[in-house]
């Protein structure tokens, strides 16, 4: 079991989303940056899509129960177990009693916390990610209790430090694809939108990322039609709206790029007044 002690800015539990329930406009969820998540998972062994807690700006404060083993990938957020400093991306065992806390965020955004065998709680429509209405709890909050998978014998012994290339973290450069709409925008709209430096505002979230600079919008409104994580929104007042892992699953204003699914790990990991271009990706259907 973890007991949380301090529950941090936004810490939740998230796997990798909830698939087939878009028609029920059940958004999909998940971790917002896949790669860590995932790398965090295979350190300890477990299989990828192993839930994980997502961690923040603020990092919780929890306590073991039980003896285990974790891996932090992701942000840089100064953890330590029992006051002394532990390594992003490594095997940590953990015993009864011991205190994981979080200091200074040093870079990126989010970072993640796996555990040997994953995080045991409830699933709901075929995943552990927490997204209200669909789970009760959108995060986590003081005095909840994790429930993790019974170790018989703790015996993970693991020693190295992988490195890991996290350059996407802090990378500007977001790699897109043509969206539905694209091709409706003039020359020198679709000019400014791959020579513009655009900085994220301070609305952003699990749902959604808004840009302060704006794209003078001549297009007309679409019907209502399907978008996804990574989707960028051109609304009427000329903003750009990038849609992440917690969005709608139908949406009404024209969708005019597509992010590639690793530049929605790296935009996770931007927070406000970061600064991003985009760089138009070609499609390639041999691949």
Known sequence: ?????????????????????????????GVMDMQSAKFANVLLGNPEHAAVLEITMVGPELEF??????????????PKVNGAAVKNNMAINVFKGDRLTFGRLQKGMRCYLAVLGGVQTESVLGSRSMYWPVTLQSRLEKGDELKLVEMKKHSLE????????DSYVVSETL????????????????????????????H?????????????????????????????????????IVLMRDCQTTGGYPRVLQLTEASINSLAQKTTGN?????????NLNR
């Open 275 to 283: 600064t991003i271009r985009f760089r138009l990706k070609p499609w």
């Open 65 to 78: 129960t039980e003896a285990t083993s974790i891996c932090i990938v992701g942000a840089e957020m100064s």
């Open 204 to 240: 952003n979230s699990r749902m959604a990322y808004q840009l302060n600079e704006t794209l003078q919008n001549s297009l007309n409104a679409i019907i209502t039609a399907p978008v996804l994580p990574g989707t960028v929104q051109l609304t009427p007042s000329g903003q750009l």
């Open 175 to 202: 790699e897109v694809f043509e969206g539905p709409e694209f091709n409706e925008l003039s020359k020198e709209q679709q000019t400014i939108l791959f020579s513009k430096t655009f900085t994220i505002s301070n």
């Open 1 to 29: 079991m973890i007991k949380v002690l301090k529950s941090g800015l936004y810490t939740s539990v998230q796997d990798l989303g909830r698939f087939g329930q878009a028609s029920f406009g059940v958004p999909m969820s």
């Open 158 to 165: 693991r020693h190295a430090v992988v490195r890991f290339d």
